[in-house]
């Protein structure tokens, strides 16, 4: 870790109240990042604000709507030099005959437009200055179909795509785009499992094959390459951060 590789750079983290964004959040202060911290919970961004130093904003908000996002956006103008969407939530493990409307939404909301929409509105910056790199927070469950329920399998699968297709637009402008898929992560992220079906088909798959819970901060410390100068000819990458999970 360096004190002043994000020194004077602005970078957004999102979900930082808890977690992995949390994790990512403290990382990039400590090395001297500006950070505008976002998460829909006030009193978890209310925990990390004391931490993250005197030049650092936190945004209350839910990210899946647009008027989170402009807030945001006018929290960090003018500048803006990274983003690190890393705001999700789990479904229920619930099989694709066991779907809702209302959690496809919710999952499809927060986990992919949320993403896009931060996203689409950081570029409009970056393109300005030519330069920016955000990293996006996949999952091992964006790497196969055995990792969770299906709308959070599909959320996940579509972060991979979204992150190739912002790298293949616009790393000729300056502004790279990769993605982290962790496997299981000690957080706050709430995963039950509300499907017999689900739980056993994927029970005897995860007992043979999950890797050992890995801390916040080794995600983290991957996010933080992504976003620094040290990745400066990385993009469109897809980076397991899975304790081998992912070469199974
Ligand atoms: N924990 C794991 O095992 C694991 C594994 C793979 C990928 N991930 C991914 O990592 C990311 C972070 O998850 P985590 O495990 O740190 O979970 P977490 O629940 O500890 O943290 C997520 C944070 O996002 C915030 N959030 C949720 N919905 C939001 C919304 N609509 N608007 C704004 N903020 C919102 C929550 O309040 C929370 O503070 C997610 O994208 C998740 O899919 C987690």
């Known amino acids: 870790m360096s004190e002043s590789r994000f020194q004077d750079r602005t970078i957004i983290v999102t979900g930082a109240g808890s977690g992995i964004g949390r994790a990512t959040a403290l990382r990039l202060a400590r090395e001297g990042a500006r950070v505008i911290g976002v998460d829909i919970s006030r009193e978890r961004l209310q925990h990390l604000e004391s931490e993250l130093g005197p030049d650092a904003a936190t ?3 839910d990210l899946s709507r647009q008027l989170t996002v402009d807030r ?5 103008r003018p500048r803006v030099d990274g983003l690190a969407n890393v705001a999700g939530i789990m479904d229920g493990f619930e099989p694709t005959a066991e779907i809702t409307d209302e959690n496809w939404d919710r999952v499809l909301g927060v986990n992919l437009t949320g993403m896009m929409r931060m996203t689409r ?23 196969r ?29 300056g502004i790279r785009c990769n993605a982290v898929a962790p496997g299981p992560v000690a957080t706050n992220i709430e995963a039950d499992f509300r499907s017999t079906h689900a ?11 999950v890797p050992p819970v890995a801390q916040p901060d080794a995600i983290a410390a991957a996010i933080a390459w992504l976003l620094s100068d040290d990745a400066s000819d990385v993009s469109g990458a897809i980076l397991p951060v899975d304790g081998g999970w992912a070469a199974i």
């Open 59 to 61: 945004i209350d908000g």
């Open 72 to 76: 945001v956006m006018a929290a960090t």
């Open 121 to 143: 509105a950081v570029l409009s910056l970056m393109l300005e200055r030519g330069q920016g790199s955000i990293v996006n927070v996949g999952s091992e469950a964006g790497q």
């Open 145 to 173: 179909g055995s990792a969770a329920g299906t709308p959070y399998t599909v959320s996940k699968h579509a972060v991979n795509g979204f992150t190739l297709s912002t790298a293949f637009f616009y790393t000729p402008k």
């Open 199 to 209: 739980q056993e088909r994927l029970g005897p798959i995860f007992q043979a094959t």
